[in-house]
């Protein structure tokens, strides 16, 4: 039957998708476009599987009706939460129906009886948050926590590193609501059920079987958890479900248990020759009781130095692999004694008590981003497949051991981490996808691979699931008979094999539909295979739909601002993906679904840093444009907002800006104007400089003072340069302050960045080697190069080393360009003005936050003695986004989330700081506030 399911002609499932609509009497929540589809083809996994129709049930009554029609009609439904499956236990051909969009809702906190009800969309921090006042917590946490939904994690057994002290997703099930593959709908929980009379007939009948292969040890999640069906452990079908991928039932809602909240926790960093001899050690790290033991490879480490600086990862004990260990209590006294004997008692060669939580936070962060890092850590690049195995925690020294061996005997190499306190291992492994015979070897590893973690009494999956990637292989951890008794379940809860088909019962083989080799391999039409590689960087894990602005973070705002798929870092990569691929996005560069997905991208650059995998959907943007528009007309935008340096410098050298002005401001012209540049009628533009350009201004400033003291060149930036306002007197009075002796650089140099946005890389490269021709120069004298406007500064740190590659002067101009903070951060002997009793509520652009980096400047605002916001998010503006047509609503939803709110907290009375122009236009816009810059902000308290 499963083969019959799987093989259903593309013809016939449309077919049975019309046949859907007539039974639902409605589409409304039925997407069959291109776009959708290639958006929910994969998840997290290297698996790609393309639905025939996405569903996006806005209640629960529709989840129900969409369901049941599905069934009605025969069409294979496959659940999906936040697509963060490493497994492929996320993508079906026929419906995939998400839940994370809608059906979100926590619907009811019982604090005394320590429970929860919720839809199965909601996301696991959105549920530890609802329920923190009350001093609980939802056991269970894994490292995608910030976006991975209930529904999901029960669906999988998920686990996490608090697994070890919580318990699984199961252990924290009390009842699920459900539709069972036979249209059963059903609240099921602990207790014989008279529902499944045939269920309670067919534990019986295999009692002894299921108690000697089922549940041996925590982590044993592979295959159909039966050890929940036992009388001994309740008949609970609802822990029985949780862990069966959605192949037994869909769930509607579930009641989960909640835990109280250590009220002191305290982390320890033990350091130890091999990652081997860390995972040998954990027997004895056990005895403590922890709540958390997580290992960690040094290679983690030094990417994410390498990546984001040395400062990025706080200081650990010596060693090249480490455990984190988690202990909590109600004693902090007691809590330390126990922690400080644990460093003296293990086997490690050093180990530290992590007492500072920021700290603390830091490691834990690094560890939960593990799953990103480690597809980018190795000469190749690295996939999930053999991905969660797991063993008893007294077998994990000896597992990784043979592990390393046979990693090295199928001369391959992957970056192992985990929860060690569970036995569970994390390795992503550089299978060869792009070579010939590269799917038989992943298939040959992976079969080895299974036979070694059998051998070892252990799971091929300790909490992912099996999915598409280990079903195949559940033969060599189960007898025959059990495997057996697998499918007749499967038949008694889905006979017609409509759910997640495929999947541990009659599975599709691990070496089919690999989503990397399809892609790496086909013929394209796109002669670089660089750039290729880049997109497949994304590996799903979905960081991108989390909301980590609170914590400073940039990434995804248009995905914050519409709760689209499309509008996320992940679905952009995604599609990308298609366009490569070719089979399902045929257009290459100019196809339709590719501009609809890239249309709201910012050009933010947050997932440049953020992502763990590194993707820069900012410079894949610019080369999909580029590449679209190579021999066509662009839009008129790109003329107008793309050569705004030109124009702006034109109209200074002219002193014509109050001709400038006349067509942008004035009412009847300016429509003209706004509809000619592509500019959306309700974004008020910039007026232009009167007079001569601000650095003229400037630099008679700096002429009339005659500063004495260390020499210091300003770059002008092209906005600050041709537009009302002079931002640069405020950072030329700053600079003499702190003893310097400035001057401008008064040449045209600049950095092309509205060429790059727009895609224009021919003329960013010719701007760029005209900006070195006069910058290099002084860079090479030893001058430092000071620069207000951040997104102008971090070209020559991002863009222009890949723009110009091979040019050397690139490297020596980035090292010499420094932002102001930077710059007085270094000198000795300054002193900020005294701030004390302020406000001050800093946007930093999103260029800085991304590339520069803002710990500079948050150290130079909190010597002030200020009270310092610091916002997360992007301003919404982000260059010619916010101004181009179509983008306004967006730009303005953006804004919302972070920045606005801030600013009607604060009062009027409070400072607002934004050295980037468009984050300055963006809140004189909707706020009708004058933001200052850093420069300004010191001068004005001299």
Same mark, same amino acid.
């Given at each position: 039957?499963?083969?019959?399911?799987?093989?259903?002609?593309?013809? &016939?499932?449309?077919?049975?998708? +019309?046949?859907?609509?007539?039974?639902?009497?409605?589409?409304?929540?039925?997407?069959?476009?291109?776009?959708?589809?290639?958006?929910?083809?994969?998840?997290?996994?290297?698996?790609?599987?393309?639905?025939?129709?996405?569903?996006?049930?806005?209640?629960?009554?529709?989840?129900?009706?969409?369901?049941?029609?599905?069934?009605?009609?025969?069409?294979?439904?496959?659940?999906?939460?936040?697509?963060?499956?490493?497994?492929?236990?996320?993508?079906?051909?026929?419906?995939?129906?998400?839940?994370?969009?809608?059906?979100?809702?926590?619907?009811?906190?019982?604090?005394?009886?320590?429970?929860?009800?919720?839809?199965?969309?909601?996301?696991?921090?959105?549920?530890?948050?609802?329920?923190?006042?009350? !001093?609980?917590?939802?056991?269970?946490?894994?490292?995608?926590?910030?976006?991975?939904?209930?529904?999901?994690?029960?669906?999988?057994?998920? %686990? #996490?590193?608090?697994?070890?002290?919580?318990?699984?997703?199961?252990?924290?099930?009390?009842?699920?609501?459900?539709?069972?593959?036979?249209?059963?709908?059903?609240?099921?929980?602990? !207790?014989?059920?008279?529902?499944?009379?045939?269920?309670?007939?067919?534990?019986?009948?295999?009692?002894?079987?299921?108690?000697?292969?089922?549940?041996? *040890?925590?982590?044993?999640?592979?295959?159909?958890?039966?050890?929940?069906?036992?009388?001994?452990?309740?008949?609970?079908?609802?822990?029985?479900?949780?862990?069966? &991928?959605?192949?037994?039932?869909?769930?509607?809602?579930?009641?989960?248990?909640?835990?109280?909240?250590?009220?002191? @926790?305290?982390?320890?960093?033990?350091?130890?020759?091999?990652?081997?001899?860390?995972?040998?050690?954990?027997? @004895?790290?056990?005895?403590?009781?922890?709540?958390?033991?997580?290992?960690?490879?040094?290679?983690?480490?030094?990417?994410?130095?390498?990546?984001?600086?040395?400062?990025?990862?706080?200081?650990?004990?010596?060693?090249?692999?480490?455990?984190?260990?988690?202990?909590?209590?109600d004693d902090p006294a007691e809590l330390a004694d126990k922690a400080q004997r644990l460093t003296r008692e293990s086997d490690?060669?050093?180990?530290?008590?992590?007492?500072?939580?920021?700290?603390?936070?830091?490691?834990?962060g690094i560890r939960s981003d593990a799953a990103g890092l480690a597809g980018v850590a190795l000469k190749n690049p690295a996939?999930?497949?053999?991905?969660?195995?797991?063993?008893?925690?007294?077998?994990?020294?000896?597992?990784?051991?043979?592990?390393?061996?046979?990693?090295?005997?199928?001369?391959? $190499?992957?970056? /192992?981490?985990?929860? =060690?306190?569970?036995?569970?291992?994390?390795?992503?492994?550089?299978?060869? *996808?792009?070579?010939?015979?590269?799917?038989?070897?992943?298939?040959?590893?992976?079969?080895?691979?299974?036979?070694?973690?059998?051998? $070892?009494?252990?799971?091929?999956?300790?909490?992912?699931?099996?999915?598409?990637?280990?079903?195949?292989?559940?033969?060599?951890?189960?007898?025959?008979?059990?495997?057996?008794?697998?499918?007749?379940?499967?038949?008694?809860?889905? /006979?017609?094999?409509?759910?997640?088909?495929?999947?541990?019962?009659?599975?599709?083989?691990?070496?089919?539909?690999?989503?990397?080799?399809?892609?790496?391999?086909? /013929?394209?039409?796109?002669?670089?295979?660089? *750039?290729?590689?880049?997109?497949?960087? %994304?590996?799903?894990?979905?960081?991108?739909?989390?909301?980590?602005? @609170?914590?400073?973070?940039?990434?995804? /705002?248009?995905?914050?601002?519409?709760?689209?798929?499309?509008?996320?870092?992940?679905?952009?990569?995604?599609?990308?993906?298609?366009?490569?691929? #070719?089979?399902?996005?045929?257009?290459?560069?100019?196809?339709?679904?590719?501009? &609809?997905?890239?249309? =709201?991208?910012?050009?933010?650059?947050? %997932?440049?840093?953020?992502?763990?995998?590194?993707? +820069?959907?900012?410079?894949?943007?610019?080369?999909?444009?580029?590449?679209?528009?190579?021999?066509?007309?662009?839009?008129?935008?790109?003329?107008?907002?793309?050569?705004?340096?030109?124009?702006?410098?034109?109209?200074?050298?002219?002193?014509?800006?109050?001709?400038?002005?006349?067509?942008?401001?004035?009412?009847?012209?300016?429509?003209?104007?706004?509809?000619?540049?592509?500019? +959306?009628?309700?974004?008020?533009?910039?007026?232009?400089? @009167?007079?001569?350009?601000?650095?003229?201004?400037?630099?008679?400033?700096?002429?009339?003072?005659?500063?004495?003291?260390?020499?210091?060149?300003?770059?002008?930036?092209? *906005?600050?340069?041709?537009?009302?306002?002079?931002?640069?007197?405020?950072?030329?009075?700053?600079?003499?302050?702190?003893?310097?002796?400035?001057?401008?650089?008064?040449?045209?140099? %600049?950095?092309?960045?509205?060429?790059?946005?727009?895609?224009?890389? +021919? #003329?960013?490269?010719?701007?760029?080697?005209?900006?070195?021709?006069?910058?290099?120069?002084?860079?090479?004298?030893?001058?430092?190069?000071?620069?207000?406007?951040?997104?102008?500064?971090?070209?020559?740190?991002?863009?222009?080393?890949?723009?110009?590659?091979?040019?050397?002067?690139?490297?020596?101009?980035?090292?010499?360009?420094?932002?102001?903070?930077?710059?007085?951060?270094?000198?000795?002997?300054?002193?900020?003005?005294?701030?004390?009793?302020?406000?001050?509520?800093?946007?930093?652009?999103?260029?800085?936050?991304?590339?520069?980096?803002?710990?500079?400047?948050?150290?130079?605002?909190?010597?002030?003695?200020?009270?310092?916001?610091?916002?997360?998010?992007?301003?919404?503006?982000?260059?010619?986004?916010?101004?181009?047509? #179509?983008?306004?609503?967006?730009?303005?939803?953006?804004?919302?989330?972070?920045?606005?709110?801030?600013?009607?907290?604060?009062?009027?009375?409070?400072?607002?700081?934004?050295?980037? =122009?468009?984050?300055?236009?963006?809140?004189?816009?909707?706020?009708?506030?004058?933001?200052?810059?850093?420069?300004?902000?010191?001068?004005?308290?001299?």
């Amino acid at each position: 039957m499963s083969a019959s399911v799987q093989s259903i002609p593309v013809n &016939e499932l449309s077919d049975r998708v +019309d046949a859907l609509r007539r039974e639902l009497g409605s589409d409304d929540c039925l997407d069959t476009s291109t776009l959708t589809r290639a958006l929910y083809s994969t998840d997290a996994s290297v698996y790609r599987v393309v639905p025939t129709v996405v569903a996006t049930p806005a209640d629960t009554d529709q989840l129900r009706h969409v369901v049941q029609a599905a069934l009605a009609v025969g069409l294979p439904i496959t659940g999906r939460g936040a697509g963060t499956s490493c497994a492929g236990n996320a993508v079906g051909n026929g419906i995939v129906v998400d839940m994370r969009r809608h059906l979100n809702k926590i619907l009811s906190i019982d604090p005394d009886a320590r429970t929860a009800t919720v839809q199965p969309g909601v996301v696991q921090d959105v549920l530890q948050q609802a329920v923190r006042p009350f !001093g609980l917590r939802f056991g269970p946490d894994p490292s995608t926590s910030s976006r991975c939904t209930i529904g999901g994690m029960i669906g999988n057994n998920a %686990c #996490g590193p608090r697994a070890l002290g919580y318990g699984r997703s199961a252990d924290n099930t009390i009842s699920l609501d459900v539709i069972t593959g036979a249209g059963q709908e059903l609240r099921v929980g602990p !207790g014989e059920s008279n529902d499944f009379p045939r269920l309670n007939e067919i534990v019986e009948s295999n009692l002894g079987m299921i108690r000697t292969e089922c549940g041996r *040890f925590t982590r044993q999640v592979s295959g159909y958890s039966m050890e929940h069906l036992l009388p001994e452990n309740g008949r609970d079908v609802a822990r029985f479900l949780s862990g069966t &991928e959605g192949t037994l039932a869909i769930m509607t809602q579930a009641t989960v248990r909640l835990v109280a909240d250590a009220p002191h @926790k305290i982390m320890v960093a033990l350091g130890y020759p091999t990652m081997v001899d860390a995972g040998a050690d954990t027997p @004895k790290i056990l005895e403590f009781k922890p709540t958390a033991v997580e290992g960690m490879d040094s290679r983690l480490a030094d990417l994410v130095a390498t990546r984001l600086g040395p400062s990025a990862v706080p200081p650990l004990p010596r060693g090249e692999g480490w455990a984190f260990v988690e202990m909590v209590g109600d004693d902090p006294a007691e809590l330390a004694d126990k922690a400080q004997r644990l460093t003296r008692e293990s086997d490690c060669l050093e180990g530290w008590v992590i007492d500072d939580p920021a700290q603390a936070q830091r490691l834990w962060g690094i560890r939960s981003d593990a799953a990103g890092l480690a597809g980018v850590a190795l000469k190749n690049p690295a996939y999930a497949g053999w991905e969660d195995s797991a063993v008893p925690p007294a077998q994990l020294g000896s597992y990784l051991a043979d592990f390393e061996k046979l990693l090295e005997e199928h001369n391959l $190499h992957g970056l /192992p981490y985990g929860h =060690f306190g569970d036995g569970c291992l994390h390795c992503r492994i550089d299978f060869p *996808f792009d070579q010939p015979g590269g799917t038989d070897r992943y298939h040959d590893f992976m079969i080895a691979a299974g036979k070694l973690v059998a051998s $070892h009494g252990g799971s091929m999956s300790g909490e992912h699931g099996d999915g598409r990637a280990r079903s195949e292989l559940l033969p060599l951890m189960y007898s025959g008979d059990m495997i057996k008794l697998f499918g007749q379940v499967k038949n008694l809860f889905d /006979p017609k094999n409509l759910l997640n088909p495929g999947v541990i019962v009659d599975p599709r083989p691990t070496d089919v539909d690999v989503r990397v080799a399809e892609t790496i391999n086909a /013929p394209l039409r796109l002669s670089d295979p660089l *750039f290729t590689r880049h997109v497949h960087q %994304c590996t799903g894990v979905g960081k991108c739909l989390a909301n980590s602005t @609170k914590a400073g973070g940039v990434m995804c /705002p248009s995905y914050q601002a519409t709760g689209n798929e499309r509008d996320s870092t992940r679905g952009r990569s995604h599609v990308l993906q298609e366009m490569i691929n #070719g089979r399902l996005i045929t257009g290459g560069w100019r196809a339709p679904e590719v501009a &609809e997905a890239l249309d =709201f991208c910012l050009a933010c650059k947050g %997932c440049r840093r953020e992502c763990p995998t590194g993707i +820069d959907m900012a410079a894949y943007k610019s080369r999909v444009l580029y590449e679209k528009f190579k021999h066509h007309l662009r839009p008129m935008s790109h003329y107008a907002m793309g050569h705004l340096p030109t124009w702006g410098r034109l109209v200074t050298k002219l002193h014509v800006g109050a001709l400038g002005n006349l067509f942008t401001q004035t009412p009847g012209l300016r429509h003209v104007v706004r509809a000619m540049a592509g500019v +959306d009628q309700r974004r008020p533009m910039p007026k232009f400089r @009167k007079g001569a350009s601000a650095r003229k201004d400037a630099a008679r400033e700096i002429a009339r003072r005659e500063p004495q003291g260390k020499p210091v060149a300003i770059w002008a930036d092209s *906005f600050s340069d041709a537009f009302e306002g002079n931002q640069l007197l405020g950072l030329v009075a700053t600079l003499i302050s702190a003893g310097y002796a400035p001057r401008m650089i008064e040449q045209d140099a %600049c950095c092309g960045l509205t060429w790059i946005t727009t895609g224009q890389l +021919d #003329g960013a490269k010719a701007h760029l080697r005209k900006a070195l021709d006069v910058l290099y120069p002084i860079a090479k004298a030893g001058t430092p190069i000071v620069g207000m406007e951040p997104s102008c500064m971090a070209v020559w740190r991002s863009d222009a080393g890949e723009l110009l590659e091979g040019d050397e002067r690139v490297a020596e101009v980035a090292h010499a360009t420094h932002t102001l903070a930077e710059l007085l951060g270094k000198t000795e002997g300054w002193n900020p003005p005294d701030l004390s009793g302020h406000t001050i509520v800093a946007q930093p652009h999103c260029h800085q936050s991304s590339v520069l980096g803002w710990a500079a400047d948050q150290k130079l605002l909190e010597r002030t003695g200020a009270k310092v916001v610091t916002l997360g998010g992007c301003c919404g503006l982000a260059g010619n986004f916010g101004v181009e047509k #179509g983008h306004y609503e967006v730009s303005i939803k953006v804004a919302e989330h972070d920045l606005l709110p801030a600013i009607d907290a604060a009062g009027p009375d409070a400072i607002l700081l934004a050295d980037g =122009f468009s984050c300055r236009k963006q809140i004189n816009d909707l706020r009708q506030r004058q933001a200052l810059t850093l420069g300004e902000l010191i001068a004005a308290h001299l």
